[in-house]
């Protein structure tokens, strides 16, 4: 009781903008992205930190394991005043295993939020601050006491009877652990970060749930920003996961074979923790309409929603506008991870359709190739065994701005997306885009509003894995020039009135200063619905 | 030792009387031999000497020597031996066969050079007998401590049969010179053990270097704390220690002993039944092998398997529980068979001592010694199985209250009267037994949650 006591003044002390010196304004709970991994979201943090120099951040990165992590890809602006780098399967002392009775009344309320959790209900405020204040701490569940207590064994073992129709209990025990020992790494997490005024998580997951655990602890405000759906991406990757092993043997074939209860279990905990994050956070922020309905039917209340679109500065690609060739050269671009979301086979497969009939044709990968080397292998063995060594470059890594400008067309195959800023990239540089109808991208080639759609297509939105249609529509665009510049016109236009990063930008100060104000005008705390 | 299990497990499926005669006759053999035979051949060397006419004092002042040799050579090996036998285990799980045999040179060299180095101003400074005298119990307790860590590595080896040859090779050879050269009397008669132990240390040696691979002459890596257990070397020293306080106590008790040779004294009321008490433990000991190195193995084999290789937890729990049901049969059968054994002694026991010339005044003292060693075998069954569960805590707390207890109480007996002599031995043994039984219960109840919860 103490415990939540000592939070809950905490939290009105923060909330009633009596913060003793914050480090920053806002702090940015990134996962596993800025700064030390490039890409779409991190340019973003990136862009958005540049681009609003008034507001002071703080930059929280929270990754997997340190070796997975080179060195930081960014130079910080000078508005970013603190910086923090987590690990939540790093420990830096490591526990060492002590037998120990730990709390049963602490497990019993553990109990209590499961079981609200599996009827997927919004949980009463209350609970969740009373379950999260209790995490790692003292009177509560401790770390240790998760790992090594009689009273956490008893409670998994229970669970396991109750619930797994999985025969290995090994593997049942260690996804148990693996799932909650992030958990007392964020609540350390929670405690340990120096004062600041509000806290902005770029997605749900592990991110969006320290965004919870602060707000509930603190009670600042807690916005939520979400590029891609967490919890969809984590669908797919744990479909394909093949360190679970489900037992779906011939013997024992039931109804609800089709995925093994200990995949299921991890689905359910990432969706968990998006709801999570939703119920605390406000605004809840999505790229696109499409993703903000998805926030809906994930849980998050409609009216905390909104739609903020990605912006990108105009004048940069200019250049690379007026370094444009006269003549539309025959090649294809794809700028963009070599990894299985995107699709690349598709892309590789298009272009052998496309030289069939365009021999002069060639198609550019230009991404990092070290997220996962065995599917860069297989795709270059795909390219070499379809015989178009002379018309695909693998590039690695290259400079946009290079790039764009020998591109005929940008190519898009990824089977999922949000807003993909390549393609306002290739717009603003004068390139036309064809790009599979995931995420935004149909908004983006084909318009949004009545009036946007007026602009007209800006290139071609085809089907996932679908080489044929897409060899189909690179076509077209390459050989009928009026249509190709129609489509350069259309982008260049699109790009102009709806995605200049200035738009982005005040949307965003907007709401940053709202949520501060809300924070430094009045001493009540924030409500959250 | 599962080697020996499926060999008795073969000769008991052949399903006759006869063969469950010989299956435990062999395992009795095998698990209680080394003792046996050892205090056997040494009460034939004295009889033998006898009858030969060396004179009954040097008889006696020999025996008390082999005594004491085995007594100090036991305690001053006794943790090696379980921290080797140990790391032994460990190289081969990790597959690492090749440093076995360096590393047994290394504990050769340390108990064998060690043992010389201080055995020798010792033996040299309170013995004042004849310079070649001294030279021979040095030499024996040196070849001794090395013959008890070949021996355990044997044991490790599971080469049982190879053993039992050996040594009865090894003591029918010792027996044979010391009668020989029992002109030279006690001199003589410690050449002649000297000669057997010899024997065995050499020929265990040459079995083993026949057998193992090894790629350097000398390594100490069980040394290393990463790869060894401290807490195994306390065990083993406090377990020998715990076994023999007792007798050391009536040895050096003015009262209860008297001087024998050099510094060395015996007890003759307390020493003469507590060794005859310890050839009635081959019944236990046979009962020992089979039930817990066969059944109780074979099960917790599987419960591991289980755990390991991903079952269900109540497939677990069952494995658990199949594993805790041959502990408990065994220590029940090992419990049957030595009170079976007690009862027999405390029928014919007054014949028994008759017949072996001892004065029936012992025969209370044979009793209530029949008794601890009875409970003695128990114990070492039940930390047995607290060695395959790898409790070394839990073993070391029980070797622990084993020494301090029987300490402690047999200096009570000593206050309380000749009636109470081994009693404290007893009662210390029986108490051991007792916590060793509750901590195994204790350990058992919490099998899963330590397996699961506590690893590292």
Known sequence: MNDIVRAKAAGTSAGAGSVADPVADIALLLEGTYPYVRGGVSSWVHQIITGLPEIKFAVIFIGGERKMYGPAQYQFPPNVTHVETHYLLHQDKPLKPNARKGDRRAFSEMDELHAHMRQSSTMPVEKMTKAFSRLGSAGGISHEDFLYSEASWDYITRQ????????????????????????????????????????HAISTGYAGLLGAMIRLRRNIPFVLTEHGIYTKERKIDLAQATWIQDHNDDVCNTLHDEMGYIRGLWIRFYEQIGRMAYAQASPIVSLYEGNRLRQIADGAAAEKTLVITNGIDLQRYRVAFEKRPEKIPPVLGLIGRVVPIKDIKTFIRTLRMLVNERPDAEGWIAGPEDEDPSYVNECKELASSLGLQNHIRFMGFQNVLEILPQLGLMV?????????????????????????????????????????????????????????????????????????????????????????????????????????????????????? | ?????????????????????????????????????????????????????????????????????????????????????????????????????????????ITMVGGFLWAAPAIFWFFTGPFFQNLLLLSNFVVLSGAWITLIFLSGMKAYRRIVQTLGKGYLLGIAVALAASPWELNGLLLGVLTGHAYLLFSFLHHIVREYPGSTLLKFDFLNQRRSFYSLFAVGTLYYLAVWVDKFIFWFVPHTSEAVIGPLRASIIYDLPIFLAYLFILPGMAVFLVSMEADFAQQHERFYRAVRE???????????????????????????????????????????LHAVGI??????????????????????????????????????????????????????????GAETFGYGFAASVTLSAFLSLFILSHKFNRLEYETFMLQN
């Open chain 1, 160 to 199: 396991y009877r109750e619930r797994c129709t999985e025969p290995s209990f090994v593997a049942y025990f260690w996804a148990i652990r693996a799932m909650h020992a992030p958990l007392f790494v964020l609540a350390d997490i929670a405690a340990g970060l120096p004062p600041v005024r509000a806290v």
């Open chain 2, 1 to 109: 030792m599962g080697g020996i299990g499926l060999e008795i497990r073969k000769m008991l499926e052949r399903d006759s009387y006869w063969s469950v005669l010989r299956a435990y006759g062999y395992a009795g053999l095998v698990s209680g031999g080394p003792w046996v035979l050892s205090i056997l051949s040494i009460m034939m060397i004295g009889i033998l000497a006898v009858a030969l006419g060396v004179a009954q004092r040097e008889v006696n002042a020999f025996q008390i020597c082999v005594t004491y040799l085995m007594a100090t050579s036991l305690i001053w090996t006794g943790g090696m031996q379980l921290m080797f036998t140990r790391f032994v285990a460990d190289r081969a799980y990790a597959s690492a066969q090749a440093e076995v045999l360096p590393n047994l040179f290394g504990v050769l060299s």
């Open chain 2, 359 to 416: 004065s029936p005044l012992y025969i209370h003292l044979f009793y209530i010694d029949v008794v601890a060693v009875s409970v003695q075998v128990l114990l070492m069954a039940i930390l047995n199985v607290l060695f395959y569960l790898d409790a070394r805590r839990e073993v070391l707390i029980i070797t622990a209250c084993f020494f301090i207890t029987n300490l402690l109480f047999t200096f009570a007996t000593l206050h309380l």
């Open chain 1, 412 to 529: 898009l195959t990824s089977i999922s997306e949000a807003l993909p800023l390549v393609v306002l990239e290739a717009f603003a540089s004068g390139v036309p885009c064809i790009a599979t109808d995931v995420g935004s991208c149909r908004e983006l080639i084909e318009g949004n509003s009545e009036e946007d759609r007026a602009l007209g297509a800006a290139g071609s939105v085809v089907f996932i894995a679908d080489p044929e249609g897409t060899a189909k529509a690179a076509l077209e665009l390459l050989n009928d020039t009026a249509r190709w510049h129609a489509a350069q016109q259309a982008g260049l236009e699109r790009v102009k009135r709806y995605y200049d990063d200035k738009l982005m930008f005040s949307s965003y100060r907007n709401l940053y200063v709202k949520a501060l104000d809300s924070v430094t005008d009045s001493a009540k705390p924030v409500k959250v619905a």
């Open chain 2, 310 to 352: 991903g079952d269900t937890l109540m497939h677990i729990e069952y494995r658990r529980d199949r594993m805790v049901y041959a502990a408990r049969q065994g220590i029940y059968e090992i419990f049957k068979v030595q009170g079976l054994t007690v009862v027999l002694c405390l029928l014919w026991g007054r014949e028994l």
